[in-house]
């Protein structure tokens, strides 16, 4: 007589488990206004083309020579390493305003030494989020309008290098269109960063303070 076994549990597909992660990470909490989700999910994607566009000027050699030039970059680091890890943490950057209406800003993920399984404190996320706002929201008017005028935001006329001057034509064109939604990185973050602050001090969300 044979003997049947069991069939053991099917494990989780590598693509299963990531795909788990993905929405542990972006599924909002509830009590989050449909507003907010749509607020905070439109951060990453305002970052987005301006990232793309200053990894493709290195990659594919998007305008001339000066597009890459120095600046004020130290003599030891490369303006391509420079570049691409600028673009990679302003995306990082971007995406920690999902943490205002996801689980893990409101509870610290377990594989945090020490903190893992602790509720985040409600000022420990809002002031970051509120400063960072604040500050965004006057960069990007503020290199708005001085380069309008052609100085930095120093008060300075604009380098030869600044893609303004070193590009023409659909290269100049698509580097406003890349650039232009950063405008809207401060106030979508201080609009999430409310909603955030509302929820956790009136305690409709998961975690209270």
């Known amino acids: 007589m044979t003997t049947r076994h069991a069939p053991a549990p099917a494990q989780p597909a590598p693509f299963g488990r990531l795909r788990a992660a993905w929405r542990g990470a972006h599924a909002p909490v509830p ?7 749509w607020a905070a999910y439109t951060i990453p994607f305002a970052v987005l083309p301006s990232g793309l566009w200053r990894i493709m000027t290195v990659v594919f050699g998007i305008g001339d020579s000066a597009v890459h030039g120095r600046g ?3 003599s030891w680091l490369p303006g391509s390493v420079y570049v691409v890890a600028l673009s990679l943490v302003s995306e ?3 995406f920690t305003a999902i943490g205002l209406i996801a689980s893990w800003g ?3 993920p377990r594989w945090i030494p020490l903190l893992g399984g602790r509720r985040v404190p409600t000022l420990a996320a809002v002031v970051p989020a509120a400063l960072g706002a604040l500050a965004l929201t006057a960069l990007w008017t503020a290199a708005l309008v001085t380069s ?3 100085l930095t935001l120093q008060g300075d006329p604009l380098p030869s290098d600044y893609p303004g001057n070193a590009m ?3 290269e100049l064109a698509f580097f406003h269109a890349t650039y232009i939604p950063l405008l809207l990185w401060g106030p979508l973050l201080a ?3 409310f909603a955030y602050w509302r929820r956790r001090t009136q305690g409709t969300g998961p975690a209270r303070p």
């Open 31 to 37: 009590g989050v206004p449909r507003w907010a989700r």
């Open 72 to 74: 004020q970059l130290p």
């Open 92 to 94: 990082l950057l971007a």
């Open 106 to 108: 409101e509870v610290f």
């Open 148 to 150: 309008l005028f052609g």
């Open 168 to 170: 023409h034509g659909w």
């Open 191 to 193: 609009a999430v960063c």
